[in-house]
Antibody, heavy 120, light 110 residues
Framework: EVQVLESGGGLVQPGGSLRLSCAGS????????MNWVRQAPGKGLEWVSIISASGGSRYYADSVKGRFTISRDNSKNTLDLQMNSLRAEDTAVYYC?????????????WGKGTTVTVSS | QTVVTQEPSFSVSPGGTVTLTCGLS?????????PSWYQQTPGQAPRTLMYSTSTRSSGVPDRFSGSILGNKAALTITGAQADDESDYYC??????????FGGGTKLTVL
């Protein structure tokens, strides 16, 4: 079964840092782009970032550019999101989503999410 | 800033048909934006319904269909069922590695 599983969420103070991880299984991790998508409490989905299958291309939403860094380790089938200079508005459930990023462009498998709370 | 628009809410009767739309503040939505649709019930992760405008994801019943209607992407549910009551999100690929989600449509089946 194709699965992705997030971890690393928690409570962090404004201005602090947090690193999220996502483990992929049941598919050839190194062949697929991977995304982070977040959802603030009571709000809609917001695309955050994508990294290509090789890790050579990375893209970010304007709201996180310069503060968040996406990375992957294809030898370990893991995806990370390093979040720095966190703000209250970064409070959200963060979903990892396996992506299609060539002939088609969409997210096809979603994790259950990990919760990040930015508060003093 | 590009905004993707969706109806905030919609209501449909059981067995009825409803069409949710996905528009773009900067102009028309076409297949080149690769519109995709996601279903989410409260407290759950999103589920992929449709991609590349009109291709159903694995396991999605054929009462869900996707299209371009006028200048918007559209998701049509034919023969709505009680468990279709969910939030529905579209997302458009703007190119250059950038996606934008719509604000979501809360569908009520009653």
């Amino acid at each position: 079964e194709v699965q992705v599983l997030e971890s690393g969420g928690g409570l962090v103070q404004p201005g602090g840092s947090l690193r999220l991880s996502c483990a992929g299984s049941g598919f050839t991790f190194s062949s697929y782009a991977m995304n982070w998508v977040r959802q603030a409490p009571g709000k809609g989905l917001e695309w955050v970032s994508i990294i290509s299958a090789s890790g050579g291309s990375r893209y970010y939403a304007d709201s996180v550019k310069g503060r968040f860094t996406i990375s992957r380790d294809n030898s370990k089938n893991t995806l990370d999101l390093q979040m720095n200079s966190l703000r209250a508005e970064d409070t959200a459930v963060y979903y990892c989503a396996k992506g299609q990023f060539s002939a088609n462009y969409y997210m096809d498998v979603w994790g259950k999410g990990t919760t990040v709370t930015v508060s003093s | 800033q590009t905004v993707v628009t969706q109806e905030p809410s919609f209501s449909v009767s059981p067995g009825g048909t409803v069409t949710l739309t996905c528009g773009l503040s900067t102009g028309s939505v076409s297949t080149t934006y690769y519109p995709s649709w996601y279903q989410q019930t409260p407290g759950q992760a999103p589920r992929t319904l449709m991609y590349s405008t009109s291709t159903r994801s694995s396991g999605v019943p054929d009462r869900f269909s996707g299209s371009i209607l006028g200048n918007k992407a559209a998701l049509t549910i034919t023969g709505a069922q009680a468990d279709d009551e969910s939030d529905y999100y579209c997302v458009l690929y703007l190119g250059g590695g950038i996606w934008v989600f719509g604000g979501g449509t809360k569908l009520t089946v009653l």
